[in-house]
């Protein structure tokens, strides 16, 4: 899939069903959080880049950020989703991990790059992200800062 497919994919309206948590709608919002309905889920255990945020690849600088965020709408569009609740986090959104057809959403960004591994708080997709950088898939392609320190020095 190109990059300027991914960044000019278009938004449908995508229906839903949820073991946990439940709506007739999902919005991505980033790269690690969706809208189900009324309740943001961030996912648990991952980083992805602010949607702000830029990294350097062969072409120039790219917006990773809005990227990551374009790879999760393309990945859900269309599909049903599936999402635990493991709790609130600090700001009060609900962490859980959400799958399409069975597969993790979480494991699927990490593993094409386009988030990390939050080892702050997880280390279950550790292998996932190695697999990524040994590929140089994703953003493991170009030059980066890692989400936790783009938001700490921005």
Same mark, same amino acid.
């Given at each position: 899939?190109?990059?300027?497919?991914?960044?000019? %994919?278009?938004?449908?309206?995508?229906?839903?069903? #949820?073991?946990?948590?439940?709506?007739?709608?999902?919005?991505?919002?980033?790269?690690?959080?969706?809208?189900?309905?009324?309740?943001?889920?961030?996912? #648990?255990?991952?980083?992805?880049?602010?949607? &702000?945020?830029?990294?350097?690849?062969? $072409?120039?600088?790219?917006?990773?950020? $809005?990227?990551?965020?374009?790879?999760?709408?393309?990945?859900?569009?269309?599909?049903?989703?599936?999402?635990?609740?493991?709790?609130?986090?600090?700001?009060?959104?609900?962490?859980?991990? %959400?799958?399409? &057809?069975?597969?993790?959403?979480?494991?699927?960004?990490?593993?094409?790059?386009?988030?990390?591994?939050?080892?702050?708080? #997880?280390?279950?997709?550790?292998?996932? $992200? $190695?697999?990524?950088?040994?590929?140089?898939?994703?953003?493991?392609?170009?030059?980066?800062?890692?989400?936790?320190?783009?938001?700490?020095? &921005?």
């Amino acid at each position: 899939m190109s990059l300027k497919t991914i960044i000019f %994919c278009s938004v449908s309206i995508i229906f839903l069903q #949820s073991n946990n948590l439940s709506a007739s709608h999902v919005t991505v919002v980033d790269g690690d959080t969706i809208k189900l309905g009324d309740v943001k889920i961030r996912f #648990s255990g991952i980083d992805a880049p602010e949607i &702000n945020q830029t990294c350097i690849a062969s $072409e120039g600088k790219v917006a990773c950020g $809005e990227i990551s965020k374009d790879i999760l709408l393309i990945k859900v569009t269309n599909n049903k989703i599936s999402c635990t609740d493991e709790g609130k986090d600090f700001y009060g959104r609900v962490l859980g991990e %959400c799958f399409v &057809n069975g597969e993790s959403l979480s494991s699927y960004l990490v593993r094409e790059g386009f988030a990390f591994a939050y080892r702050k708080y #997880s280390d279950k997709y550790i292998l996932d $992200e $190695e697999y990524a950088k040994s590929n140089k898939l994703g953003m493991w392609s170009m030059k980066f800062e890692y989400p936790w320190d783009f938001r700490k020095n &921005n």
